[in-house]
């Protein structure tokens, strides 16, 4: 298991909007399951939830998975992530170190 953490100014509801959209695409993964502050997907590549807790004008996010740091769900957990503005105005993707930018 593999905990991921990202802080955003996006509300738990357009997060949700964008992992709807991002995971069933990206590896397959459906909403399984949803209380109040936890949502679930599963699919082929494995188990992934969605933790997020609103503080102020953040969410913080926390993905858990079930499978190793080196799994393709691990990966693509990773690169949702870096898809969630950090502050307003900033553009999704990875830093401006990144050489493909």
Do not use: C, W
């Amino acid at each position: 298991m593999a905990d991921y953490q990202r802080r955003t100014v996006l509300s738990p509801a357009d997060i949700l909007e964008k992992a709807d959209d991002f995971l069933p695409q990206s590896i397959g993964l459906e909403r399984s399951g949803q209380s109040e502050e936890n949502i679930s997907y599963a699919g082929n590549e494995g188990t992934v939830i969605l933790s997020l807790h609103r503080h102020g004008p953040y969410t913080s996010v926390t993905a858990t998975t079930d499978r190793l740091r080196t799994s393709r769900i691990d990966y693509e957990i990773q690169k949702f992530l870096t898809e969630l503005p950090y502050e307003p105005g900033d553009r999704p993707g990875r830093g401006s170190g990144d050489p493909t930018q």
